[in-house]
C-alpha cells in the first residue's frame, strides 16, 4: 500500500471487513433475506415466543419457497442451487430473527429435502422436492426417538417387510415441522440395516401430536412422531442408502447451517446491547462509556465475528468439496458455545431490561439452549474431535 493510499473506515458492524469476502451476489441474497425476515418475522416473533406458537407457519413456508430459501444449495427440482456459503447468509439472517425460523428452514432442506436429494429415487425426487422448494409441502426429519437421543444406531423404530409393502412401527421425538409436514423422512431399523423412508404423513397409523410446553424454540412447531402399522409400498424406501452413515450425512449439512445460524442470534443480541450501551444512562452518562461496558461488548465483537470468520472458511471449505464432518463439529461446538456466552453477557449489559421480551437477548439465548444439544450435543462434538485428534475411541 502506498503511503497516500486511504484506509476504509473502521465500519463497527463489520470491524473485520468480512463482506469484503462476499460477492454481490452473495450480498444480495442476504439483503433479500434478512429484508424478508424484518418484514414478516421481527414485529410478530415476540408475540409468537411469549404464546408458544408459530401462526401462518404454511404461508411463511411459501414465502420462504418464494425467495428461493427452501433446499436453497440443491440443485435442480426447483431449487435454487445456491453456494454453501449464500446457504451460511441466510441461516444467519433467518436465526437473527429467531432459532425457530431458521429450524423450519434446516429442517426442510437440510435435512428432509437434502436425504430424498442425496439418497431418494429419481421418482421420490421428482414427486417430493419440487413442491418442497416452493414451500407448497413442509418436510420433517424423523430420526431422535423418546429414549434414544445420542445414540441413533440404538432406535427402536422398526419397518418389517409383508410382502412387497413395508410396516413401520416406532416413534420419533422432538421433529421439528412434525405437525404440519406433509412427508416425513423416517430412519428405522430393518433386516437389511437401517434405512430411510418417505413417508406420506396421510398415511393410516400415522400421527404427529404436537408438543408444548417448551421453553426454548416457542416460535417453532415441534412434534412427537407416531408409527403404529404404517403400511408403506416398496417404492417409500430410500434406496440411496443403508445405515447410519445416511441420517449422520444429512445431520453434517444441517449443522453446518448452525454454525452460521447461532451467530445471527449472537448478532442480534449484541446489537440489542451496544444500542442500549449508548443510551442508557447511569451515574449521568451512557453506560457504554464505562470501561467495563466497553470490555464487555469489545469481547463480545471478538468472538461474533471469529464465529462468522470461522462459519465462512467452512463455506468455502463445502464448496471446494474439502468439508470434513469433523470441522463441521468444530465449527457446531465453537460457535453455537461462544453464541450463547454472547448472549448471557448481552444480558447484563440489560440489566432487568434483558430479560424483557421488548428486547431480543432472553429470546435468543433460551433459543440457543436448544440448538446446543440438537443435532449432536456438546459432549458428541468434544468427543468427535477428540477422536480426530488423538485416534481413540471414546465413545465407548
Same mark, same amino acid.
Given at each position: 500500500?502506498?503511503?497516500s493510499?486511504?484506509l476504509?473506515?473502521?465500519?463497527?458492524?463489520?470491524?473485520?471487513?468480512?463482506?469484503?469476502?462476499?460477492?454481490?451476489?452473495?450480498l444480495?441474497?442476504?439483503d433479500?433475506?434478512?429484508?424478508?425476515?424484518?418484514?414478516?418475522?421481527?414485529?410478530?416473533?415476540?408475540?409468537?415466543?411469549e404464546?408458544?406458537?408459530?401462526?401462518?407457519?404454511?404461508?411463511?413456508?411459501?414465502?420462504?419457497?418464494?425467495?428461493?430459501?427452501?433446499g436453497?444449495?440443491?440443485?435442480?427440482y426447483?431449487?435454487?442451487?445456491a453456494?454453501?456459503?449464500?446457504?451460511?447468509?441466510a441461516?444467519?439472517?433467518?436465526?437473527?430473527?429467531d432459532?425457530?425460523?431458521?429450524?423450519?428452514?434446516?429442517?426442510?432442506?437440510s435435512?428432509?429435502?437434502?436425504?430424498?436429494? #442425496?439418497?431418494?429415487? *429419481?421418482?421420490?425426487?421428482?414427486?417430493?422436492?419440487? @413442491?418442497?422448494?416452493? /414451500?407448497?409441502? &413442509? +418436510?420433517? %426429519?424423523?430420526?431422535?426417538?423418546?429414549?434414544?437421543?445420542?445414540?441413533?444406531?440404538?432406535?427402536?423404530?422398526?419397518?418389517?417387510?409383508?410382502?412387497?409393502?413395508?410396516?413401520?412401527?416406532?416413534?420419533k421425538?422432538?421433529?421439528?415441522?412434525?405437525?404440519?409436514?406433509?412427508?416425513?423422512?423416517?430412519?428405522?431399523?430393518?433386516?437389511?440395516?437401517?434405512?430411510?423412508?418417505?413417508?406420506?404423513?396421510?398415511?393410516p397409523?400415522?400421527?404427529?401430536?404436537?408438543?408444548?410446553?417448551?421453553?426454548?424454540?416457542?416460535a417453532?412447531?415441534?412434534?412427537?412422531?407416531?408409527?403404529?402399522?404404517?403400511?408403506l409400498?416398496?417404492?417409500?424406501?430410500?434406496?440411496?442408502?443403508?445405515?447410519?452413515?445416511?441420517?449422520?450425512?444429512?445431520l453434517?449439512?444441517?449443522?453446518y447451517?448452525?454454525?452460521?445460524?447461532?451467530?445471527?442470534?449472537? #448478532?442480534?443480541?449484541? *446489537?440489542?446491547?451496544?444500542?442500549?450501551?449508548?443510551? @442508557?444512562?447511569?451515574? /449521568?452518562r451512557? &453506560? +457504554?462509556? %464505562?470501561?467495563?461496558t466497553?470490555a464487555?461488548?469489545?469481547?463480545?465483537?471478538?468472538?461474533?465475528?471469529?464465529?462468522?470468520?470461522?462459519?465462512?472458511?467452512?463455506?468455502?471449505?463445502?464448496?471446494?468439496?474439502?468439508?470434513?464432518?469433523?470441522?463441521?463439529?468444530?465449527?457446531?461446538?465453537?460457535?453455537?458455545?461462544?453464541?450463547?456466552?454472547?448472549c448471557?453477557?448481552?444480558?447484563?449489559?440489560?440489566?432487568?431490561?434483558?430479560?424483557s421480551?421488548?428486547y431480543p437477548?432472553?429470546?435468543?439465548?433460551?433459543?440457543?439452549?436448544?440448538v446446543?444439544?440438537?443435532?449432536?450435543?456438546?459432549?458428541?462434538?468434544?468427543?468427535?474431535?477428540?477422536k480426530?485428534?488423538?485416534?481413540?475411541?471414546?465413545?465407548?
Amino acid at each position: 500500500m502506498s503511503a497516500s493510499a486511504k484506509l476504509p473506515p473502521f465500519d463497527p458492524a463489520d470491524p473485520l471487513g468480512l463482506d469484503d469476502l462476499l460477492e454481490p451476489e452473495d450480498l444480495a441474497i442476504r439483503d433479500t433475506v434478512r429484508g424478508w425476515a424484518a418484514d414478516r418475522v421481527l414485529p410478530h416473533v415476540a408475540e409468537w415466543y411469549e404464546k408458544g406458537e408459530l401462526p401462518g407457519i404454511r404461508e411463511l413456508a411459501r414465502e420462504l419457497g418464494g425467495i428461493g430459501a427452501l433446499g436453497m444449495s440443491l440443485d435442480g427440482y426447483g431449487c435454487a442451487g445456491a453456494s454453501a456459503v449464500q446457504y451460511g447468509l441466510a441461516c444467519l439472517e433467518l436465526e437473527a430473527a429467531d432459532s425457530g425460523i431458521r429450524s423450519l428452514v434446516s429442517v426442510q432442506g437440510s435435512l428432509a429435502m437434502y436425504a430424498i436429494h #442425496r439418497f431418494g429415487s *429419481e421418482e421420490q425426487k421428482r414427486r417430493w422436492l419440487p @413442491r418442497m422448494a416452493s /414451500g407448497e409441502v &413442509i +418436510g420433517c %426429519f424423523g430420526l431422535t426417538e423418546p429414549d434414544v437421543g445420542s445414540d441413533p444406531g440404538a432406535m427402536r423404530t422398526y419397518a418389517r417387510k409383508d410382502g412387497t409393502d413395508w410396516v413401520l412401527n416406532g416413534r420419533k421425538m422432538w421433529i421439528t415441522n412434525g405437525s404440519v409436514a406433509g412427508v416425513a423422512v423416517v430412519w428405522a431399523g430393518t433386516e437389511e440395516g437401517i434405512r430411510g423412508f418417505a413417508v406420506p404423513t396421510d398415511s393410516p397409523g400415522f400421527s404427529a401430536p404436537e408438543i408444548k410446553h417448551k421453553w426454548s424454540l416457542r416460535a417453532s412447531v415441534t412434534s412427537e412422531l407416531v408409527m403404529d402399522d404404517v403400511r408403506l409400498p416398496a417404492d417409500a424406501v430410500l434406496p440411496g442408502v443403508t445405515g447410519l452413515k445416511g441420517p449422520l450425512s444429512c445431520l453434517s449439512h444441517a449443522r453446518y447451517g448452525i454454525v452460521w445460524g447461532a451467530m445471527g442470534a449472537a #448478532r442480534s443480541s449484541f *446489537e440489542a446491547a451496544v444500542d442500549y450501551a449508548r443510551t @442508557r444512562e447511569q451515574f /449521568g452518562r451512557p &453506560i +457504554g462509556g %464505562f470501561q467495563l461496558t466497553q470490555a464487555k461488548l469489545a469481547d463480545m465483537a471478538v468472538e461474533l465475528h471469529k464465529g462468522i470468520l470461522l462459519a465462512h472458511h467452512l463455506g468455502r471449505r463445502m464448496d471446494a468439496g474439502r468439508l470434513r464432518p469433523e470441522q463441521v463439529s468444530f465449527g457446531k461446538l465453537n460457535n453455537v458455545r461462544e453464541a450463547i456466552d454472547i448472549c448471557r453477557t448481552a444480558r447484563t449489559i440489560l440489566g432487568a431490561n434483558g430479560i424483557s421480551l421488548e428486547y431480543p437477548v432472553m429470546r435468543h439465548a433460551t433459543n440457543l439452549e436448544s440448538v446446543l444439544t440438537y443435532e449432536g450435543t456438546v459432549e458428541m462434538h468434544q468427543l468427535v474431535l477428540g477422536k480426530a485428534l488423538t485416534g481413540l475411541d471414546a465413545f465407548r
